[in-house]
């Protein structure tokens, strides 16, 4: 390695690698055998490169996104050109024969002898490192000085070889003008031309090359990019940018250029690899206008051009790879180059040539592994040079054991450091809801929740004799969404009604009826209790419990909850079959024998005659009338007149059912098509047709796409199906009570008052259960939240909210489970710039708090808005439903463990519990799930021990820490989340395991004396050569231990 010190600014401050230079004496050589011993011992590439990695971390070597681009010289009207012949972002593009169209993005199929290949060229030829070159033509002239320097080129092949090195860039895209043979002469015609002096490499340290390109005429292009253009730089006069193409690459991205070709009268092969110091713009290099970084030169003489091609795309291939890559900008001489060659080689998987052929395309796949292993040492992560959690993301299972949850004595903690917590995300908070996303979520989520407060209304004024109905449910969404998401710690909650709350409701009321109770004030006093120890409980900071609840618990609420949507959702389809019933026999007579039978008007005078008048006085008829009738007449009056004379009717054509046509099978298609036509786009957004744009705005709006479809084919139709019912005014549902509720009455005792603690108790559990369990589901670390969590805040809220519908006669709302994954569900963010062939990358959720507060408005507004809500038929907000309940169980580990029972093993996801857990435990834990599940939907809907489901929802919890006698901390960590303190148990036992995942199954870290299955050191193939010994030995222990 020496530093360059040539005649232009091109070569000052460079690095020059593998270059013979004059008067240099040659290296020493090594003969003994047991010094290639020494050597081969000590040398370890994974370890080379992993202490490379870690430390070299300068703002100069800051790792980038590649861009690489692989052009290969052909000739064209007896002249030479670079013509573009594939590419990478992460896959390999090739351009089909004809190049008129790109393959299909592919995994990159790499030949040994190639890889061999290249690692030989790297290692004789010249690699330059941080070259401060402002052009192309600066680029090739520093190359040609080492392959020349190097004995590698005739001095007299340089002009030639400049030239073509020079010539113009043809790309795929690029359309080529007829007349292109009058386009002006590219920079290395001009370098030829004996005008100009010949040879670029004899001007004068002081001469400019823009002064080249003003007078060929040839442009410059710096658009498209933050980075100037410095000049210099062949550019043709038809060249333009792929602009469409753009949306695909990283907006920090650089280019690596990589040339390769044949070239007559070359004796051997020549390669340079190039690293520029800054990127530059440096013309038609690159089909896109970004700035390259990396140059690769592979010239062969005749009949070479597949060899070269071959090495252009294992250069191509590596410089896209995570690792590799990185390497490529923290490489500081060729010595940490090399090794990272040897690195991406020990990973390779080699294919069997009889089992497999090359020239099939490899379809990406739709997930990748990790490559962090590669980047951590064994030794790093236990010494603590690196985070652990940066190389376990397959072991990290989303548990709650967060400093958030920390219980502590200090009274208000947890509630003041969430609200610390929320500061500064709090105006982000509305600004990041500007996204058409968040529009669609909002119709969704809000018709998604109208229809359950209309339902639950209904059902609430049933069971309080309308203290509280369908009006009231409306308000309570309004104030309660408005509420909490302008002050609610976690936004994404959805507040709604449950059925538990109903229960209570309908006991307290049943209660104060027996007792002739006035209910309200009642109701009252137990809400104002509610919020006393609510208020206890985020003063104390309890609220750091729900660190105890597990997946095991999380998934069979959730589950239950979701399977409620799903089965409610049949059922009031099914009652519109009540409602209208459809003649399944039409061809058959309706039943039409009905007698009427005369009443005993003698018996009934001798029994009561005073209330005997009454009544025939009520039943509009004479008993002196009905006297005079004979059997005969009253076998002829008709069914009105019989009730009317106070006769009773009997038969079966007496009460003839009521059929209505169509309206029951029109409306199991309006629930079946509003079902399928949402799930079916938003799986759109998966499908090769129409732009990923097109096909993503599409899936977002797919709940509401379906919702209007059906609404449409209904009013086109004319079939009179049920529509959504809501109140047309803004006043309490029952007559004579007002919206203030008086807490004193009359007919209470003033001990009641402070009775009505015991049913608080009740409603606290079911209000922080509800709660803090759906707040556990969406903070789980798999929707990458990174806002933080306000589980303490949300309780404050909660609180507030209580107190506010308790003087309102309102009925108390908590966060609803289905509802709360449905919003964050339809606010998934996927990665919009991907590479071809890359499958798009969930990135989180759009945290905001925009939709939940127009969802709380809107409700309000709903009485308004009460003409379009009529429009909409009630099977197609059932179908909703049952996309709310199915979309909420997908992705669900517990849904995914039921079907292992039904697959074939070949079969069954590679998943990492399935990896590290015999399957008949996971089955064994899956059927513990089950009955737990099945309990609860027993609790559930039995209304005379419903009261006591969030005692079972507890005993959940009490199941799972019973499991830890049967599954050890390992298992439970893969099949479940580990309850706090469970990882410092294991943590000893499980000190010497590697914290990451390779294909290999194995990881050295060299002389650390940390090794964990087969040796990774330097293959024997790597050690013939008697210079590489002498540089190994030489430089291993100073660049091994960085």
């Known amino acids: 390695m020496e530093n360059g010190s040539g005649h232009d600014r091109g070569r000052r401050g460079s690095t020059y690698i593998q270059v013979r230079m004059p008067n240099r004496p040659d290296r020493p050589h090594i003969d003994t055998d047991e010094a290639a011993d020494n050597s081969k011992e000590d040398y370890d590439p994974t370890d080379w490169i992993q202490n490379l990695l870690n430390t070299v971390k300068d703002d100069a070597h800051k790792t980038h996104s590649i861009f690489s681009e692989l052009d290969v010289l052909r000739k064209y009207n007896d002249d030479y050109e670079w013509r573009e012949a594939a ?10 024969e004809g190049g008129k169209r790109w393959s299909k993005p592919h995994v990159a199929s790499l030949s040994m002898k190639s890889l061999f290949d290249l690692r030989g060229a790297i290692a004789e030829g010249a690699v330059i490192l941080d070259l401060d070159s402002y052009s192309i033509a600066e680029v090739v002239d520093n190359v040609l000085d080492c392959w020349i320097d190097a004995g590698h080129l005739d001095s007299k092949m340089r002009v030639h070889v400049r030239n073509v090195s020079l010539k113009e860039h043809i790309h795929r895209h690029t359309k080529r003008p007829k007349n292109s043979r009058s386009v002006a002469k590219n ?106 970084r990396f140059l690769f030169f592979c010239l062969g003489p005749k009949g070479s051009e597949m060899d070269c091609m071959e090495i252009g795309r294992c250069i191509s291939t590596m410089l896209v790879d995570d690792i590799f890559r990185e390497v490529a900008y923290k490489s500081r001489n060729d010595e940490d180059f090399k090794a990272g060659i040897d690195e991406f080689m020990n990973q390779v998987t080699v294919l069997p040539p009889g089992e497999w052929d090359p020239k099939i395309r490899i379809e990406p796949p739709n997930k990748v592994q990790s490559q962090e292993f590669r980047r951590a040492s064994v030794h790093n992560v236990l010494s603590g040079v690196v985070d652990q959690k940066s190389v376990s993301s397959e072991d990290d299972h989303g548990g709650h054991d967060d400093p958030a949850l920390e219980l502590s004595k200090i009274p208000f903690k947890g509630l003041r450091d969430d609200i610390m917590r929320k500061i500064p995300w709090y105006w982000s908070d509305y600004k990041d809801a500007i996204h058409i996303q968040c529009l669609a979520s909002f119709v969704y989520v809000f018709l998604g929740t109208l229809t359950p407060n209309v339902t639950f209304g209904g059902l609430l004024g049933e069971a309080t004799d309308q203290y509280m109905g369908v009006m009231e449910c409306i308000f309570a969404a309004a104030v309660t969404g408005i509420l909490f998401a302008l002050f609610g710690g976690q936004p994404l909650n959805i507040l709604g ?48 419990w729900v660190k105890y609840i597990t997946r095991f618990t999380e998934d069979s609420f959730a589950t239950l909850i979701a399977i409620i949507f799903i089965v409610e959702a049949f059922k009031k389809v099914a009652e519109i079959g009540k409602d209208s019933p459809i003649n399944l026999s039409p061809h058959d007579p309706l039943p039409t024998d009905c007698t009427c039978i005369p009443r005993n008007c003698t018996g ?29 007449m009253w076998g002829t009056l008709t069914i ?9 009717p009997v038969g079966p054509g007496c009460n003839p059912p ?45 709940v509401l796409i379906a919702i209007i479809s059906m609404v449409v084919l209904d009013y086109v139709v004319g079939i009179d199906t049920p529509k959504l019912t809501v109140p047309d005014e803004f006043k309490p549902t029952k007559p004579g009570r007002g919206w203030v509720v008086n807490p004193f009455s009359e007919s209470n005792p003033w001990w009641l008052y402070i009775a009505t603690v015991v049913p608080a108790i009740l409603s606290t559990i ?121 979309s909420a169980l997908r992705g669900m580990q517990f849904v995914d463990r039921l079907f292992l029972f039904f697959q074939p093993v070949k079969y069954q996801p590679d998943l990492p519990y399935i990896r590290h857990v015999p399957l008949w435990r996971i089955h064994m834990f899956t059927i513990i799930q089950i009955l737990c599940l099945v309990i609860l939907w027993i609790v559930k809907t039995i209304k005379e021990i419903s009261i006591g489901f969030p ?92």
């Open 604 to 632: 009934y005078f001798d029994t009561n005659m005073t209330a005997m008048n009454m009544t025939t006085t009520t039943m509009g008829y004479s008993c002196d009338d009905v006297a005079n009738f004979t059997d005969s």
């Open 497 to 544: 009604s449950t059925g538990p709350m109903l229960v209570l409701e309908s006991i307290i009321y049943n209660l104060c009826k027996d007792n002739d109770w006035e209910f309200m004030p009642v109701r009252f006093w137990v809400g104002m209790w509610t919020v006393f120890i609510i208020m206890v409980i985020v003063t104390f900071n309890l609220s750091a």
């Open 87 to 96: 590419r990478w972002v992460k896959y390999e593009e090739n351009v089909e």
């Open 658 to 702: 009521h059929y209505v046509a169509d309206v029951f099978l029109f409306s199991i298609l309006l629930f079946i098509g509003t079902f399928t036509c949402a799930v079916a786009l938003v799986e759109f957004k998966s499908s090769t047709l129409f732009p990923a744009v097109v096909r993503q705005r599409i899936s977002d709006f797919a």
């Open 951 to 1042: 005692l079972l929802v507890l005993a959940t919890g009490v199941v799972r820490k019973l499991l830890e006698c049967v599954y050890t901390q390992n298992e439970l960590r893969y099949i479940d989340d580990l309850l706090p303190g469970a990882k410092d148990k294991g943590k000893d036992k499980e000190k010497h395991s590697v914290p990451y995942k390779s294909f290999h199954g194995s990881v050295s870290s060299g002389k650390n004396g940390v090794k964990n299955g087969d040796s990774m050191s330097k293959p024997s193939f790597f050690l013939s050569e008697e210079c590489e010994l002498n540089k190994r030995s030489g430089t291993n222990s100073k660049n091994t231990k960085l």
């Open 187 to 292: 920079l290395g015609d001009i370098a030829d031309d004996p005008e100009y002096g010949g040879s670029a490499a004899y001007l004068n340290s002081g001469a400019s090359f823009a002064s080249i390109d003003s007078v060929s005429g040839i442009p410059t292009s710096n658009s498209a990019t933050d980075i100037p253009n410095d000049g210099d730089n062949a550019t043709s006069s038809y060249y333009k940018p792929n602009t469409n193409f753009m949306r695909k690459i990283p907006k920090d991205a650089e280019v690596a250029s990589v040339m390769v070709g044949e070239i007559d009268d070359l004796e051997e092969r020549i390669v340079a690899f190039v690293r520029l110091k800054e990127p530059r713009l440096l013309g038609d290099l690159c089909e896109i206008a970004k700035p390259v």
């Open 640 to 648: 009105v007149a019989c009730e009317s004379y106070g006769g009773t």
């Open 766 to 886: 079911l209000i922080f259960l509800d709660q803090q369990i759906t707040a556990v589901i969406v903070n789980r670390k798999e929707n990458k939240l990174k806002k933080g969590v306000g589980y303490h805040l949300d309780m404050f809220i909660v609180a507030i909210v209580v107190a506010i519908h308790s003087v309102l006669g309102l009925p108390w709302y908590v966060a609803a489970t289905v509802s709360a994954l449905a919003h964050i569900n339809s606010l998934k963010k996927e990665s919009e710039c991907t590479a071809p062939g890359e499958k798009p990358t969930f990135l989180g959720i759009r945290e905001q708090r925009m939709t939940a507060l127009f969802i709380g408005i809107l409700s309000g507004l709903a009485v308004l808005i009460t003409p379009v809500l009529k429009m909409i038929p009630m099977p197609v907000l059932y179908g909703v439903f049952l996309y709310m309940g199915f």
